[in-house]
């Protein structure tokens, strides 16, 4: 690209899923689209595109973002992953996979590429109690479960009891002990 | 429009399929790799460009198609927008550098505890890995965090154009609803955050974590000088700006009781009535805040 010129359509060049990919794309295409629809990864789910429900949650560069809002072009250069590239190849389920079933984490199954995606990507020792696991669950939207099992599913995916103890270390919540939010989750 | 708020589902106009899956209506695109290369097409393209920093606020809006530049100017791929420097007295953070990253910085943590707990606010942690301090401060939402935040702890922000550059305290950035005082032509470059700060903190009463505020308050304190009684009390959710609550600080300043306190910081807004809740409820809300912001600044009321 011409550096000082605003142009309509760029090459770029990513990583999907491990796989390279190169594609001259419109410069208004979604991320979530270009996965979707360019390249027919349609595991990634698009809900509200605007950022709200969570559905099209996918990994860039490892961290977790929503998909409906980020350009294709402002992808380039990075390493995207989305739900096919978290599965075991050989078609069984990755343990994560694996609890939100046994948990009955999912209904419908809208939802729940959106939820694997940002947990992939979760620190379990950032989120040490069920209310940090529900600040961690609240930029995912379920219309079906009322997220008790999703929350049993991520309990058991870390090691946890279904009471939420965790089997080895402590149970303080991280940060400054300044900030207290209200709302219920 | 607010992102995040509940906005309706614009009417279809695409087809579910094929290259004409696109929402935004068309722009052109440029992605400088230096300030003066952004500066220059800012001055170039005038009214027509606009600047994209994590996209958070700025995409749902072309999604949506409730704004459509002419170009975007994309600011991720500058350097020298991007990282924190630390001195002794300030924070100078990087207008770009991203809202996860300054979440996780542990220094920071140490030494602005508030900034986490602030962050831990804003949205979701999707939505923080792109978002940027210098977005959300020039995008200037009135119930966002850290408008609220670089107002009570008296941030400024460094500004700049092809003129050269400016230094704008966070008390005069923030004009109304979604305006600051920058010019089209302008960047947002970097905030200066000081560490003179004793205490701080911040609380909200939202719908669910991570939803925007109704009413929220920032508050800080650090040692009273002989015009300055070293007390910050700034409301977020409840007006067309955050706003500093004046006779609330003088009456906590004052020792006054929790009562007089909770009055004067009511009688010093103006909420908004919407569908999330009535200007009433806001302003119980305002009080019942402040009163627990006294209570973890340490000082009586
Ligand atoms: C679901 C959802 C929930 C959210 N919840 C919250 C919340 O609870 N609290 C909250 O505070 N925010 C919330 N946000 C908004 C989020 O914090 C955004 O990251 C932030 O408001 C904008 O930052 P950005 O970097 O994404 O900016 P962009 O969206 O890229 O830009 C926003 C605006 O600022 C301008 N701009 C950006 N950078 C600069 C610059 N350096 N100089 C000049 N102009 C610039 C752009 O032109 C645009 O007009 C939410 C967003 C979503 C989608
Ligand atoms: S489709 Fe992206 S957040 Fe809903
Ligand atoms: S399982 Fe149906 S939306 Fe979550």
Redesign the pocket.
């Known amino acids: 690209m011409n550096d000082l010129e605003p142009v309509d359509a760029l090459d770029i060049e990513l990583r999907v899923n491990g796989s390279a990919v190169r594609r001259r794309v419109p410069v208004r295409r979604l991320l979530s689209d270009l996965l979707r629809d360019d390249l027919s990864l349609t595991g990634t789910h698009v809900g509200c595109e605007?950022?709200?429900c969570g559905a099209c949650t996918v990994l860039l560069d490892g961290q977790p973002i929503?998909s409906c809002?980020q350009l294709a072009v402002t992808a380039d250069g990075c390493e995207v992953t989305t739900v096919e590239g978290i599965t075991p190849a050989d078609g069984s389920l990755s343990p994560l996979q694996a609890a939100f079933r046994d948990a009955h984490g999912l209904q419908c199954g809208f939802c729940t590429p959106g939820f694997l995606m940002t947990l992939v990507a979760a620190d379990p020792a950032e989120h040490p109690t069920d209310g940090s696991i529900d600040a961690l669950l609240s930029g995912n939207l379920c219309r079906c479960t009322g997220y008790q099992n999703i929350r049993t599913a991520v309990r058991r995916a870390w090691g946890r009891d279904d009471e939420g103890n965790a089997s080895a270390g402590s149970d303080t919540p991280l940060g400054s002990g300044t900030s207290s939010g209200s709302g219920a989750s | 429009m607010r992102?995040?708020g509940r906005a309706a589902r614009p009417a279809w106009t695409g087809c579910w399929w094929g290259e004409d899956v696109v929402k935004p209506a068309p722009f052109r695109y440029l992605r400088p790799t230096s300030l003066d290369e952004a500066l220059d097409a800012l001055a170039t393209l005038g009214d027509e460009a606009?600047?994209?920093?994590?996209?958070?606020?700025?995409?749902?809006m072309l999604n949506f198609r409730l704004a459509r530049p002419g170009v975007l100017i994309d600011?991720g791929r500058i350097p020298a927008l991007t990282g924190v420097h630390r001195t002794d007295g300030s924070l100078r953070i990087g207008?770009?550098t991203r809202?996860r990253v300054l979440e996780l910085d542990q220094d920071i943590a140490d030494r602005l505890p508030v900034l986490r707990a602030a962050l831990r606010?804003?949205?979701?942690v999707q939505?923080r890995t792109?978002?940027?301090i210098?977005?959300?401060l020039?995008?200037a939402?009135a119930a966002?965090?850290?408008p609220a935040l670089a107002l009570a702890l008296d941030a400024t922000v460094e500004v700049a154009s092809v003129a050269g550059t400016r230094t704008v305290a966070a008390a005069d950035l923030f004009l109304g609803p979604w305006t600051t005082c920058?010019a089209p032509d302008?960047?947002?470059?970097r905030v200066d955050v000081p560490l003179a700060w004793q205490r701080a903190a911040i609380v909200e009463l939202a719908r669910r974590h991570?939803?925007?505020?109704l009413a929220g308050v920032v508050g800080a304190r650090r040692p009273a000088t002989t015009d300055d009684a070293g007390i910050r009390l700034v409301g977020f959710g409840v007006g067309w700006t955050p706003v500093r609550l004046t006779e609330a600080e003088a009456a906590l300043a004052a020792g006054g009781s929790a009562e007089v306190v909770a009055d004067a910081a009511a009688a010093g807004i103006d909420p908004i009535d919407d569908i999330h809740a009535d200007a009433a409820w806001r302003r119980d809300g305002l009080r019942a805040l402040v009163t627990r912001i006294a209570d973890q600044l340490g000082v009586a009321a």
């Open positions: 605007h950022g709200v929503r809002l | 992102c995040g606009k600047p994209i920093a994590g996209g958070q606020s700025l995409v749902p600011l207008a770009m809202q606010h804003v949205g979701h939505i792109r978002g940027t210098g977005g959300s020039a995008h939402d966002a965090e850290l920058l302008e960047l947002l470059t991570g939803d925007f505020a």
